[in-house]
């Protein structure tokens, strides 16, 4: 088993920035791509941004274009979303996965499921 925890969630306003993080931790053996998803409320979730073992390659979704930078870091065992000019429709709950066999690419099709997410961190942007 795998265990993401994300961090760095909250209340921002409108313009300004936040940077969330997920440790895994667990039966990290192996490598394996990370990613990040979103849900508001009473909407589907939504594919952000993924990234591959070395941190060399990235994947945005629409939502994550931009405005959001996906890192891994030096450990492999962290990923970072950095958000800038947060709106807020940006406001959901973030939700870090991690997965061993899928590309990047994958990771933002449709009906995907990692084979670990985390618990998800609230971000909330006032205007």
């Known amino acids: 088993q795998v265990q993401l925890v994300e961090s760095g969630g909250g209340l921002v306003q409108a313009g300004g920035s936040l940077r969330l993080s997920c440790a895994a931790s667990?039966?990290?053996?192996?490598?394996?791509?990370m990613g990040w998803f979103r849900q508001a409320p009473g909407k589907e979730r939504e594919f952000v941004a993924s990234?591959?073992?070395?941190?060399?390659?990235?994947y945005y979704g629409e939502s994550g274009k931009g405005r959001f930078t996906i890192s891994r870091g030096n450990t492999k065992n962290t990923v970072y979303l950095q958000m800038n000019s947060l709106k807020p429709e940006d406001t959901a709950v973030y939700y870090c996965?991690?997965?061993?066999?899928?590309?990047?690419?994958?990771?933002?099709?449709?009906?995907?499921?990692?084979?670990?997410w985390g618990q998800g961190t609230q971000v909330t942007v006032s205007s």
């Open positions: 990234i591959n073992w070395s941190g060399g390659i990235t």
């Open positions: 996965a991690a997965d061993f066999g899928s590309s990047v690419q994958a990771m933002g099709g449709l009906r995907y499921d990692a084979d670990y």
């Open positions: 667990g039966r990290t053996t192996g490598t394996y791509a």
